[in-house]
């Protein structure tokens, strides 16, 4: 079971004797750029470390035909469906019960059978901060999955979609794919909030098949590549993009970051934030001729003092790696994150709607 994300990991920087600077910042409520094992879906979570989610009723993926605006680009050249249904339901199973059992025990050796790229790196840093930590990771399987099938593409990886909600708890999508050794999750991302954002429909073929599209791929008011990489300047800056609808993701973390920025500044301190894509992008139509995207991060971020005087500390997961210790002159954390993001189809005016995410701290050092 994955963990949806934890809350927010500032700074806290602390001037010499009298002063307030030890006020947390910002309020748990605002969503937090930098999270770690606890926050992500533990790939089948609830926020951490909660009891396994009761099982709740799920229906079969729709099989009903989406028609794709005539301005949608053909996909590229498909072939015969890459699993039946119940392989993909039995290839997630598997990975799910393998999780649980590894969560239990954190064993990272164990994951290198399970995930693969940056979400294994994530998981194995997630066992360590909480054997640092003294933590038991939560452990436990979401209920009644529904998976998404593309059909096989020319020169591609296999990969299909499996979604589980459990009201009240959260919405976790994880993506298998073919890897080297055999089916792996290499990304997910969760919502953890009370009502998740409204979820697109997937659209599927006559036979439930559903299709995916390049990363340059037109027809949608931006490509994939160029959502991923635009969402992710925009943390790296601090500034909202009209582009994407306001959200734990995009806005409010923004702001997260302005205030953090604000804060380190009055203490004479400076932050620089650094959002590199890592690994490829996928995206899979969707009923009204748009897209769902996923893609993944690695970002760092670098605290520097100005001039001596005040320290800093961090928070969360990435106080842990640092032994909860305040520093004098500069300390970073580096985090792998991954999202969802739905993409209007081409002459919509509705801005892109970034639907989950998963973030663990990689590394986190100072000085």
């Known amino acids: 079971m994955r963990i949806p994300s934890e809350p927010s990991l500032a700074a806290n920087p602390i001037k ?9 910042v910002p309020p748990s409520s605002t969503p937090t750029p930098s999270p770690s094992k606890s926050s ?20 079969k993926p729709e099989t009903k035909v989406a028609v794709p605006p005539p301005s949608a680009e053909p996909p590229a050249r498909t072939g015969p469906p890459q699993l039946t249904p119940k392989e993909a339901y039995g290839i997630h ?24 790229g940056l979400a294994l790196e994530m998981t194995r840093a997630g066992f360590k901060t909480a054997e640092m930590q003294g933590t038991s990771l939560a452990s436990g399987i979401w209920p009644n999955p529904k998976v998404w099938i593309p059909r096989r593409v020319e ?17 976790v999508i994880d993506v298998m794919s073919s890897a080297p050794g055999g089916w792996r999750l290499v990304a997910s991302a969760a919502d953890a909030r009370s009502t998740p954002g409204r979820f697109p429909k997937i659209a599927t073929d006559s036979e439930g098949y559903a299709t995916s599209l390049p990363g340059d791929a037109s027809g949608l008011s931006a490509t994939p590549q ?30 997260f970051w302005q205030q953090e920025r604000a804060q380190l500044q009055e203490a004479d301190w400076t932050l620089t934030l650094d959002y590199r894509l890592e690994g490829p992008v996928r995206a899979m139509r969707t009923g009204d001729g748009g897209a769902l995207v996923w893609y993944g991060a690695r970002s760092t971020e670098i605290r520097k003092a100005q001039k001596e005087g005040a320290q800093v500390t961090l928070k969360g997961s990435a106080a842990v790696r640092t032994e909860n210790k305040s520093f004098a002159h500069s300390v970073s954390a580096t985090y792998g994150r991954m999202y969802v993001t739905y993409v209007p189809p081409a002459g919509s005016t509705d801005p892109a709607r970034v639907l989950g995410e998963w973030s663990d701290v990689l590394e986190s050092h100072g000085d």
Request: hydrophobic residues 30%; glycine residues 8%; without cysteine.
């Open 16 to 24: 010499p004797p009298a002063t307030d600077w030890d006020k947390p």
């Open 40 to 59: 992500k879906p533990t790939r089948s979570g609830t926020p951490k470390p909660s009891p396994s989610p009761k099982p709740s009723r799920a229906e």
């Open 226 to 255: 160029q959502i991923a990489r635009a969402h992710l300047a925009s943390l790296e800056r601090a500034e909202a993009d009209p582009r994407f609808a306001d959200g734990p993701w995009t806005s409010e973390a923004v702001l």
């Open 93 to 116: 199973g598997r990975y799910q019960r393998g999780l649980s059992a590894a969560q239990a025990r954190k064993d990272r050796d164990a994951m290198g059978k399970l995930e693969h």
């Open 155 to 171: 020169g591609g990886a296999d990969w299909f979609v499996a979604i589980s909600y459990e009201p009240g708890v959260a919405r």
